[in-house]
């Protein structure tokens, strides 16, 4: 096997992020590495979550091998190690990665660069007064879905994102929900990353949910 090179591992400097911001202009995709609360707190406009165990899970699906890819890490072990888990797979057109997302100082950035995360019993308002223009959009395997279903929710399953976004109208409010929460937040960072403005994530999302409807 190639040695993964050096410079895939370096630290770029902040002067290199407004390129890889401008949609029209940047010269790859941004693969956020860290948590999921910590992007949904707060991340770089257009880059996709994809941490730990879902960046070999899921990377297939949404990266393309002759796309260069920058990471946004904690640190430089963390960007490291993704960097070489994506080099064992093939990925190796890796730039480097950047670290430190700061908070914006209007409430305009920051909800550009901010997942609102909502909780089982706002989920459960939203089902039982529902809005015309809102949708529960769960992306969990179909296996998943047939032994536990939202009933009120359309399924597309995350690995489908890709070819499958352009069903689903930006106008729309889509709340995201899957197992846990976690693959919800890859997929509000892939819709957000598409134009989709209006996304938030049903944080633990199916385990939520049944604990939510046992308390009832």
């Not at 305009?108 to 089982?120: D, L, M, N, P, S």
């Amino acid at each position: 096997d190639t040695p993964i090179p050096a410079v895939a591992c370096q630290k770029l400097a902040p002067d290199a992020l407004p390129a890889w911001q401008k949609s029209a202009e940047r010269p790859g995709v941004l693969i956020d590495v860290r948590s999921h609360a910590q992007f949904r707190d707060c991340h770089y406009p257009g880059s996709l979550n994809l941490p730990g165990a879902l960046l070999s899970a899921y990377g297939g699906w949404f990266l393309d091998y002759s796309t260069p890819i920058a990471l946004v890490a904690d640190s430089h072990q963390q960007a490291t190690e993704s960097a070489e888990q994506l080099w064992r797979m093939g990925y190796q057109q890796i730039s480097g990665y950047l670290t430190l997302v700061p908070k914006p100082d209007t409430v305009e950035a920051y909800q550009r660069q901010h997942v609102k995360a909502i909780t089982a019993d706002k989920v459960d308002e939203r089902i039982k007064a529902p809005r015309a223009n809102w949708q529960l959009l769960d992306v969990r395997k179909q296996e998943e879905v047939e032994n536990n279903e939202f009933k009120q929710a359309k399924h597309i399953y995350l690995g489908y994102l890709p070819e499958m976004h352009h069903q689903l109208d930006k106008s729309r409010h889509y709340t995201l929900a899957c197992g846990s929460g976690k693959r919800a937040t890859v997929a509000a960072s892939y819709l957000l990353a598409q134009g989709f403005e209006n996304v938030d994530v049903f944080i633990g999302s199916m385990q939520a949910w049944q604990s939510y409807q046992q308390g009832a």
